[in-house]
């Protein structure tokens, strides 16, 4: 069975920094692909950074890009989001999410819920 | 970049059917990549994938479910509605832009 399981959330002050993980397993993570998405409480997804199986190509949104680091390690199948400069629209549950190939975003994780608040 | 456009809002009766769209640009739905997908997500849970590249099912997904595209414009269709598949539903698009992933605003489906 396929799990993702995020972790790393929690209340942080604005301007401060976080570290979510995604642990796979299940499947052979070093082949997929990887996205980090994102929801505000009561809105819809947002996508938040892309990290290919070998980490040659990575790619953020518009409103994370130079406060987010995404990256991974396939021999400890985990994937990362480093997010620092926190604002408060960056509160949102943070899902990761497997892809792969075409627009198949098949295996998500249960979303780790990220507070940014003073 | 701005979001996919959805309605806000669908309805339909047990066993009817009902059709979600979802507009984009000729940089995302209407452009060369047939990589429009389909999310379907109850309150508290994770998105679930339906329909993946415009038309395809993903193994278990019941075939109630369909996906098209024309234009600029991709649509979900639900048919033989059921109260399970009342839900919050997502669209997405690759873009030819310098990110990855749009999404939709999303569309709530109530089933009366």
Same mark, same amino acid.
């Given at each position: 069975?396929?799990?993702? !399981? ?12 976080? %570290? *979510? ?8 993570? #070093? $082949? ?5 998405? %994102? ?8 996508? !938040? ?17 130079? #406060?987010? $680091?995404?990256? #991974? ?12 400069? *926190? #604002? ?25 819920? !990220?507070?940014?608040?003073? | ?36 997908? /389909? ?16 038309? @395809? ?5 019941? @075939? ?36 990855? /992933?749009?999404? &939709?605003? &999303? ?6």
């Amino acid at each position: 069975e396929v799990q993702l !399981v995020e972790s790393g959330g929690g209340l942080v002050q604005p301007g401060r920094s976080l %570290r *979510l993980s995604c642990a796979a397993s299940g499947l052979t993570f #070093r $082949t997929y692909s990887m996205n980090w998405v %994102r929801q505000a409480p009561g809105k819809g997804l947002e996508w !938040v950074s892309y990290i290919s199986s070998s980490s040659s190509s990575i790619k953020y949104a518009d409103s994370v890009k130079g #406060r987010f $680091t995404v990256s #991974r390690d396939n021999a400890k199948t985990s994937l990362y989001l480093q997010m620092n400069s *926190l #604002r408060d629209e960056d509160t949102a549950v943070y899902y990761c999410a497997t892809e792969a190939g075409g627009s198949l975003l098949e295996y998500w994780g249960q979303g780790t819920l !990220v507070t940014v608040s003073s | 970049q701005s979001a996919l456009t959805q309605p806000a809002s669908v309805s339909g009766s047990p066993g009817q059917s009902i059709t979600i769209s979802c507009t984009g640009t000729s940089s995302d739905v209407g452009g060369g990549y047939n990589y429009v997908s /389909w999310y379907q997500q109850h309150p508290g849970k994770a998105p679930k994938i339906m329909i993946y590249d415009v038309t @395809n099912r993903p193994s278990g997904v019941s @075939n109630r479910f369909s996906g098209s595209k024309s234009g600029n414009t991709a649509s979900l269709t639900i048919s033989g509605l059921q109260a399970e598949d009342e839900a919050d539903y997502f669209c997405s698009s690759y873009t030819s832009t310098s990110t990855r /992933w749009l999404f &939709g605003g &999303g569309t709530k489906l109530t089933v009366l």
